[in-house]
Each structure stands twice: as C-alpha cells, then as structure tokens.
C-alpha cells in the first residue's frame, strides 16, 4: 500500500520508472474516458432525438444538486490520498467510512429538501425526480474514492473497466426507457442503474477490500490534509456550476436543456483527452516534485499531444452547428446551433486550462487554485446570474463563460511560470501547432458550410464535406507548422506499447 523509494535504487532511475508508468497508464486513461464518452455521446444524442428538452433539463438541474452532494460527501479526502506520499489500510478504511456516512446523510437530507428545491428553481418535477437521483450520491462517492485509490497505486485498466461500465449501463437502461416514452425517468433511471453498476464494479475489482472502520487520529490527519482541497473543489464547483443555475434557475427548462447540452458537447474533448492523459500524469507530477525540468517536459508534451485530438472536433463543431443541431438532434432543438458555437471556443480553452490545472494541483498549488476560484466565483459568476436576468440571452451567458475560462488558463499559466519554471515561450510553442491547425480547419469548414447553403443543400451534405475538408487541412497545417510531431508521436507510442 505504500510508495516508499526503494532502498539503494538510482533517483534517475526512480524517476523514468514513475515517467513509464504513468506513460502506461495513458493508453487505459484514454480508453477509459474516451470510450466511455463515445458511448455516453451516443446514448445523448439518441435520447435527445426521444425525449422532450424541457425534461432533459429538468434532470440537468437535479444533477447539479446531486454534484453539489458529491462533493460535500468527498470532502476533498480521497484527491488528498493520491498526494500523499504513504498510506495504509487504516487510513483507507476510515476515509471510506467518512465519505460513505456523510454521503447517506446528504442523499437522505436532499430526498427530505426535494420540495423547497423544486420551488427555488420553479420546477415541480424536480420534486418527485431529485430523491430518486440522490441515491447516486452513494454510488458516486464509493466510485470516486476507488477510482482516485486506483489512480494513485496507476492500476489504469481496472478504472478503464469501471467507466466502461458506467456508460454501457446508461445506455443499456436509458434508451429502451426512452424509446418506452418514459421521458425524464428514462435519465433517472440510466443514472441511478450506470452508477450503481460502475461502483460495485470497481469495488470488486479494487485488490484491497474496503471495509468500515473507524480510526480517530487518522480520521484528523484525513481531513487536515483534505482541508487545501476542500476550498479548492468547494470554489471550484461554484465558479463551474454556478452558470447553470442561473440558466436553469432564471431562464427555465427548455433554456437548460439547450445550454446544457451544448456543454456536454463542448466538454467531451477534455473529458475524454485532457482529464484522463492529466490524471495518468498526475502521480508523476507528484513523485517528481524536485525536478522542475522533468515536471515542464512533462506538462508541455501534454498540452501538445491533447491539443492535436482535441481541437479538431471543437473546430468542426463550432462551425457546423447549424448542420449539426438540424441534422443529428431534430427541429425540437431549434435555437441551440449560437450556443454550441460559442461553448465551443470555450471548450477549446478548458482543455489547456484541464492539463495545466492538474500540473498545478499535483506540484502544491492547491490554495492558488483556491484564490482563481474565487475571483469566478465573486467575479463571473453574478456576471452571469445578472445576464440570465437581464438580458434573457444564453448567448451573452455564453461569451461571459469563455470569459471566465479564458481568466483561469491566463492565470494557470502565470503560476506555471512564475512558480513552476515552465516558460511563456515553452508553452508558446507547444500550443502553436494545434491551435493555427484549427483556424485552418475553421476557415475550410466555414468555406463549405457557404458553399452548402448557397447550392441549397441538406444539413447532411454540409456537415460530412465541412467535417471531411476541415480534418483534412488540420492535418496538413500540423505537420506544415511542427515536423517533428509525427516522430515525437511515434515515440510516445512505443514508450507506451513496449511499457505495458
């Protein structure tokens, strides 16, 4: 259970073997949350053609309340693990017993609040719908505890298995459901099923048995050590959601179903590349603390080599969204293409603003997280209520939240200079490629979708040549602008390969 050095052995060699293992762990990383979210985009887009907006959005809101209890029951405790230089079965086993206590009395106090809920977002249906998905909150907890103990111990392919699970099982419960025109309990149940599969999964693949117990003085070090954390995921979980409250909140159901769903698009690249590459990499960056130089190299190949793949999708989409909502949604998501363009751009800064994010977590930067945290908070945020409120526009929402991403990677990056030895210039050239590859793919894309329309074309048409034509110049600007990113990919490949 401990990661002490071993005795007598080389620090260099200490280091390349922390390097190759979490190199291995990218491929499961990758597999894991990029396959899940392939399914989970599929199972979306399908309910989405089957089930009413105003009913999507209604769940979209009593999932923010359930992620609100998520994190309260984690507590920052289980991230504090991963950091940690030694622990032992003790600590785990009280970790556990904290996190699940605290989860069964939030599920159980959002059942009991379900009512006053409903009638703060002026929407009855959360009322029956918000104490079923509070069972989640259990699930949820005992998945994210294992999930970041297997992060830390880099066990990739057993948490591979755990999302792999999580997303069939939505998909397996959530379409017939749909397709039975159950409407919003079709979600209700896809969640409360995916979650409650995903966590047994995990705990019976965890090599360590879990089990309740109580331990005081560990319990105290557990949570002097979460504390950093805390104010970091309590921030951070206003500054991110606090716009969707107001959306759903003040602009109603249909509104957030919009919005929301647009974010989900928008978010699938850094979900699915930068959250699980950064995660792989995040108990190097922290065994490598001393060696600024390694850390840098570490954090700018990264930023590259998630970029590449991310961006491609963003830039298609952004452009194509007219193609898109009319093509693969339906009419009954007429209004959507604005949104989706814009949450776009900001899905192309949150995936710079992911890596780096857990490059500063993982090198001791937890309380600056903080401190960006709350100027979104106390900044953007009531930005963001007033123009809900205002002005009634999801697209001033919109431009505010590119805004506020856009403030977090600038200061990100400023305390990866300033604190962490990382260089503008460094970080210049790592970016340069992939972001003028995809303003080529924009301008093609753009191209076409003027072509399309002028000629009178479908929105299928529109979509495949602007996708096809777009890609197409994304590859070729890549390697007109950075030769050696196929060589340094295929590096990276056999390092990976001939490590696992």
Known sequence: MTDRPVAGEPEQERRSTVGTRALRGVPWTLASFGGSRLISLAATLIVARLVAPSEIGVVATALIVVYSLNLLADNGLSISLVVRETIDQPLVDTVFTCMVAMAVVLAGAAAALAGPIAAAFGEPRLASALPVLAITVVFSTITWLISNLMQREMQFRHRFYGQLVLAATYTAIAIPCAIADLGLWALVAGQVGSTAASALTLYLLYPRRLRFRWDPPRARIAFRESRAFVSQSVTSFFSENLHMIAVSGILGARAMALY??????????????????????????????????????????????????????????????????????????????????????????????????????????????????????????PLIFAAAALFDSLTIVGLLLVGDIAYESAMLFWNAHAKLHVSFAQVARAVAAPFAAAVALAAIALLVRLGCEAAGLGPWPELIAGSVLGVAAYGGVLLLVDRSLLERAKALASRAKGSA
């Open 260 to 381: 929301s769903t647009s974010y989900r698009l928008a978010v699938m690249p850094s979900q699915a590349l930068s959250g699980p590459v950064s995660e792989a990499t995040f108990p190097a960056y922290a065994a490598l603390r001393d060696d600024h130089d390694a850390r840098a190299r570490a954090l700018l190949t990264a930023t590259t080599f998630v970029l590449i793949p991310a961006l491609a999708p963003l830039a298609a989409l952004g452009v194509l969204a007219p193609a898109f909502v009319d093509a693969v949604l339906g009419p009954q998501w007429h209004g959507m293409a604005l949104i989706l363009s814009i949450l776009c751009v900001w899905g192309a800064l949150s995936v710079t603003a992911e890596t780096v994010g857990w490059f500063t977590n993982a090198t001791g930067g937890a309380s600056f997280m903080a401190r960006v945290n709350l100027v979104r908070l106390f900044v953007f945020a």
